[in-house]
């Protein structure tokens, strides 16, 4: 049930009402928007009975939420949600996200080398895993704790934001200490011990579509991050299983609008992992934009022939450059912003 409150309600009279919904042995999770504060509960195993909250002072009405979710829904939230990652990095909101680096983290020089060329690309998330979910055992599983040092390397050195991938409880409280935000992997997005970490974590969470998932169980999912108290979450669409053989995945971009009339957390698009073919990204990057999604995340790799993981599917930093130009031109259309490129060192020089 969502609590509606007065848009001139006190903060005694939300606190009350919050006072009450814990008293049940429930929890309240009050939502302060332009025009109204709204409380949801959760924790309560059947139906609430609204008339105890009706009759508090700056209580307009008592609605049930007609959703199995519903801290992750709009009927709770109106206002979308902005991740907000300082220095001006927001996912969410105007502007579009744009998250580029390698699958993995292989050494330095990989890093810094991709890292300089996504920085100049006008690009201000920075990925790479430093533990990989490998659907073979003997696959490189990442360079772990080694890993996330060389991405707090590059934060330090380029000014990135760092998202990367935690796989379990362990890598989760590494990547929350050296990390921007968490990512949470396709195969994991049903891992609800690992949701519930999540939820208890205090960086972001980029939570992405399970290989089979539908749009309902993605939210739900999401739901458990939120249940915990973390609401700064990110969706990802990477793409779903189909029949279809001229792709790893099928990108399915519908899931875009979709999300955006029934959620208010910001979904961003992955087409590397979406097509798992370098010449498809570009378009379907193109195409993301359209469709409305508020960034990207893709893979790019200097020496993609090299790669320990995904290098059928990581672009080149020239195709970055020419992907963030197209982008760009997409997004001025539909009035979103992009942060514009910045030249490397190298590149200057050559310019003069
Ligand atoms: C990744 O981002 O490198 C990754 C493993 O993605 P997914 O979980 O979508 O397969
Ligand atoms: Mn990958």
């Known amino acids: 049930m969502l609590i509606v409150m007065q848009q001139q309600a006190s903060d005694e009279q939300i606190q009350a009402v919050c006072r009450k919904i814990e008293e049940m042995g ?37 609605v049930p939420v007609s959703k199995p979710y519903k801290l992750v829904g709009r009927e709770f939230r109106e206002d979308d949600t902005i991740v907000d990652l300082g220095d001006g990095v927001r996912i969410g909101g105007p502007e579009l996200a744009i998250i580029a680096g390698p699958c993995a983290v292989e050494s330095r020089e990989q890093v810094f080398a991709i890292a300089e060329r996504v920085r100049a690309a006008g690009v201000r998330l920075f990925r790479g895993g430093a533990y990989k979910p490998r659907t073979s055992p003997y696959s490189f599983q990442g360079l772990g704790e080694q890993g996330l040092k060389l991405l707090a390397e590059v934060r330090a050195e380029f000014g990135l934001k760092i998202v990367t991938e935690a796989v379990d409880a362990e890598s989760l409280d590494l990547v929350e200490r050296y990390g921007d ?22 960086k972001p969470v980029l939570l992405k579509r399970g290989l089979s998932a539908t749009l309902d169980e ?65 378009p379907l990057a193109r195409a993301a934009v359209a469709v409305g999604a508020d960034g990207l995340l893709v893979e790019v790799h200097h020496q993609p022939a090299q790669a320990l993981s995904d290098g059928y599917q990581s672009i080149l930093p020239d195709d970055l450059d020419r992907l963030m130009e197209e982008v760009r031109a997409i997004a001025a259309v539909l009035g979103r912003p992009l942060a514009a490129a910045q030249p490397t060192a190298a590149q200057a020089a050559k310019a003069l």
């Open 26 to 62: 429930w929890k309240a999770h009050a939502i302060r928007a332009a025009m109204r504060t709204a409380i949801g509960i959760t924790g309560n195993a059947g139906a609430v009975d609204a008339a105890p909250f009706e009759a508090l002072p700056g209580v307009v009405e008592c």
């Open 181 to 202: 935000v968490i990512q949470i992997g396709a195969r994991n997005m049903q891992n609800f011990s690992l949701l519930k970490r999540a939820g208890r974590a205090r």
């Open 218 to 282: 993605l939210l739900m999912a999401a739901e458990y991050i939120l249940a915990e108290g973390n609401s700064q979450v990110i969706l990802c669409e990477r793409g779903v299983r189909t029949f279809a053989d001229h792709t790893r995945n099928t990108l399915d971009l519908s899931v875009v609008p979709a999300v955006e009339r029934l959620s208010h957390l910001p979904i961003i698009v992955d087409p590397s992992h979406g097509t798992g073919r370098r010449e498809k990204v570009l």
